[in-house]
């Protein structure tokens, strides 16, 4: 949609709504059609391709495709062996491996130029579709709840279910009965902030890229400078998010890494 038919606010409103579906006849359950097609597309898609690469593998001299793949899951493998010390291949790397794969090219998505896609999917019926997954604080919560809940588990297969409480209670200012409502404060402030401070951290930055973008391509449309500089600008923010894509990533999968290595380990 062309900047001239809305205003500044109509037109950034526009690129940021999503295809919202509620479920039943209330509005307080609504799906975001936009976030959950694109995650799982994603997913099938670069696991699919990396499923292909490892298939095909072979012990001599590898191709490309294999010499980046090993490269990329020997650069996560030695991630994790430098923060968690138990049986890593088990469960662990892969999780770090699937979190950082996927998280990477949801991110990525935000490279596609929102106007020429926005026309794109008006082709396809779709007035109001997002690219950008972890642009919705609702996919970025949902993978820390699942890191969470992984935590938990951990924690608790790791301890047993006495040892965990016993953990919530008596650490760590000690088990004297008096400190118990302060131990579990704290543990309990822990608790919430994880996944909190997990999700914010690569919303916030997938987000305000977005509106970034956005700012410098309505800047472009303003005139023949507007256009000179928003272009330069334009590119110049786009390597820039280059690092911000790969790092936001990163940071989620090493800190999924420390929270189960966490659950695996004893005040």
Known sequence: MATGQLTPSEYIGHHLSFNAKSVGDGGFWVL??????MSALLGIV???LLWWVVRGATAGVPTKRQA????????????VKSIFHG????FVAPLALTVFVWVLVMNAMDFLPIDIMAIVYGWLGLHEWRSVPTSDINATFAL????WFLMIFFSIKVKGLGGWIHELFCSPFGSNPLVWPANF???LIEYISKPLSHSLRLFGNMYAGEIIFLLLGMWAATGLAG????ALLGAGWAIFHILIVCLQAFIFMMLTVVYISMAHESH
């Open 144 to 147: 820390a709840l699942a890191v």
């Open 185 to 187: 404060a704290f543990n």
């Open 227 to 230: 256009t000179f500089f928003g």
């Open 87 to 90: 049986n890593r291949h088990a």
């Open 32 to 37: 975001h059609m936009d976030t959950l097609v």
């Open 68 to 79: 980046f793949v090993e490269l990329l899951i020997e650069f996560i493998d030695n991630q």
């Open 46 to 48: 670069v696991f699919g």
